[in-house]
């Protein structure tokens, strides 16, 4: 009578899952280290929407589960940057705005890197990553390629994997190489 209470925290569950495991792959020093991404807040929220927009592409393919799943998981990284926001001392009044802010951005770039993506060279992927993240590093020390690169063989990875283990929410994060 009551399963659809289980079925919700399940699926918030497993999304918290995904999400921690998207954190872990965001802090990567590689990215950081090698690649030029900042090691800022801005920086590392940059690297969790990219690999956010991966996944949520994987779930896209899964129907209704995967739209589900993925409706939570994005609902967990709000509350997550609900809660490093108050974690930084925004006043409770600017906290809700600065999170719509960053639901915004994060909806711009699931757009960009979507589209570049579905392109067949790692040449568009490339530019939209550098586009997206050209506030964070005016000197051009960012190594959009070598990101490109790897978010196409992540989206592969997770293209390859089976559905049963997406939605129980294990991902194969391929390993970066500098």
Request: include cysteine.
């Amino acid at each position: 009578m009551l399963a659809w209470l289980k079925t919700g925290r399940d699926r918030r569950q497993t999304a918290h899952s995904l999400y921690g495991s998207i954190v872990a792959r965001a802090r990567q020093p590689i990215f950081y280290a090698h690649w030029g991404v900042p090691d800022t807040v801005q920086g590392r929220f940059e690297m969790i929407a990219l690999h956010l927009v991966v996944v949520l592409r994987r779930l896209a393919a899964e129907g209704r589960a995967g739209e589900r799943l993925a409706r939570a998981l994005t609902e967990a990284l709000m509350v997550d940057l609900d809660d490093a926001m108050r974690e930084m001392t925004f006043g409770d009044l600017a906290v809700p705005r600065e999170v719509k802010r960053a639901a915004a951005a994060v909806f711009d770039r699931h757009g960009a890197y979507l589209a570049a993506l579905a392109a067949s060279d790692d040449i568009a992927l490339a530019q939209a990553i550098a586009a997206q993240l050209a506030y964070l590093e005016p000197s051009g020390a960012l190594d959009a390629h070598n990101l490109a690169v790897y978010v196409r063989r992540c989206a592969g990875a997770l293209d390859g994997e089976p559905a049963a283990l997406i939605l129980a929410g294990q991902l194969a994060w391929p390993r970066p190489t500098a």
